[in-house]
T-cell receptor, first 112, second 113 residues
């Protein structure tokens, strides 16, 4: 498959451990944030979103934390599995019609 | 069938050639986008369209043009391809409220030699 993000930061975790992927966003006016997962050879897929009136949101095995004070977003994956190996990136937008702006991404490698 | 379909999946073309990348969607979304992805740079917006009569330049529109033939179809053209347009190209759609962000196609890997 294609190799996306050859020079991305890489996070390696043991299968079964928890993963934390971080993202610093740039625009203090952004009020809507999304985490995407991109597997090799595929387009990005929505994982979870959060609006700025929240600081935490949970999904199935994933949690997103938002710290507006320091403009920081994190994605926590519980009990990381081999199928979680992918590139993860955050995106930010606001309600004033701004299109999403994407971060460069982090490659997650799950070790057996 | 995929919600957002891009053709071709892979293409090698020569410098100076005109090439068109096509995108069709079955989501019923009004908004469509073309992004370019390069290693380490993330996704960068080329053009976007909020409805059939609306076309807007994105961050890196130079050297590209688009056509919104119908609500479901949005094509990207490189009038005279150059090697630094070698990249992975993604089409995406969203609804008016951008709930759950974008739905992406599987991408077109374009190589200009």
């Amino acid at each position: 498959g294609e190799s996306v993000g050859l020079h991305l930061p890489t996070l390696s975790v043991q299968e079964g451990d928890n993963s934390i992927i971080n993202c610093a966003y740039s625009n203090s006016a952004s009020d809507y944030f999304i985490w995407y997962k991109q597997e090799s050879g595929k387009g990005p897929q929505f994982i979870i979103d959060i609006r700025s009136n929240m600081d935490k949101r949970q999904g199935q095995r994933v949690t997103v934390l938002l710290n507006k004070t320091v403009k920081h977003l994190s994605l926590q994956i519980a009990a990381t599995q081999p199928g979680d190996s992918a590139v993860y990136f955050c995106a930010e937008a606001n309600n004033y019609g701004q299109n999403f702006v994407f971060g460069p991404g982090t490659r997650l490698s799950v070790l057996p | 069938d995929a919600d957002v379909t891009q053709t071709p999946r892979n293409r090698i073309t020569k410098t100076g050639k005109r090439i068109m990348l096509e995108c069709s969607q079955t989501k019923g979304h009004d908004r469509m986008y073309w992004y370019r992805q390069d290693p380490g740079l993330g996704l960068r917006l080329i053009y976007y369209s909020f409805d059939v009569k609306d076309i807007n330049k994105g961050e890196i529109s130079d050297g590209y043009s688009v056509s919104r033939q119908a609500q479901a179809k949005f094509s990207l053209s490189l009038e005279s391809a150059i090697p630094n347009q070698t990249a992975l190209y993604f089409c995406a759609t969203s609804d008016l409220n951008r709930e759950e962000g974008y739905t992406f196609g599987s991408g077109t890997r374009l190589t200009v030699v």
